[in-house]
Nanobody, 115 residues
Framework: QVQLVESGGGLVQAGGSLRLSCAASGSIFTINVMDWYRQAPGKQRDLVASITSAGKTNYLDSVKGRYTISRDNAKNTVYLQMDNLKPEDTAVYYC?????????WGQGTQVTVSS
């Protein structure tokens, strides 16, 4: 089973940018869909962005035009570029993928946006 480790979170002012990375312990070449989720305190975990092996992307409406998901299969890494960040983007961000055995999650990385 391929394990995931997120990094790149931190504290940033509103309007700033961060790039999150999700490093996989093995090849992601055969993993069709890679996802980024986020969970704010007291709220449900929401799907923020997805990318297929063909490069097709989908985004949560509230992040469209501000976030960009990408993947580098050669580096076994998925990225989430976040621009024009808002205080409501504050959350723990998780990388994930699904198999028939279920979902695999990273440990998460905290993103805090100050106003």
């Amino acid at each position: 089973q391929v394990q995931l480790v997120e990094s790149g979170g931190g504290l940033v002012q509103a309007g700033g940018s961060l790039r999150l990375s999700c490093a996989a312990s093995g090849s992601i070449f055969t993993i069709n869909v890679m996802d980024w989720y986020r969970q704010a305190p007291g709220k449900q975990r929401d799907l923020v962005a997805s990318i297929t092996s063909a490069g097709k992307t989908n985004y949560l409406d509230s992040v469209k035009g501000r976030y960009t998901i990408s993947r580098d299969n050669a580096k076994n890494t998925v990225y989430l570029q976040m621009d024009n960040l808002k205080p409501e983007d504050t959350a723990v961000y998780y990388c994930s993928y699904q198999t028939r055995a279920g979902a695999t999650w990273g440990q998460g990385t905290q993103v805090t946006v100050s106003s």
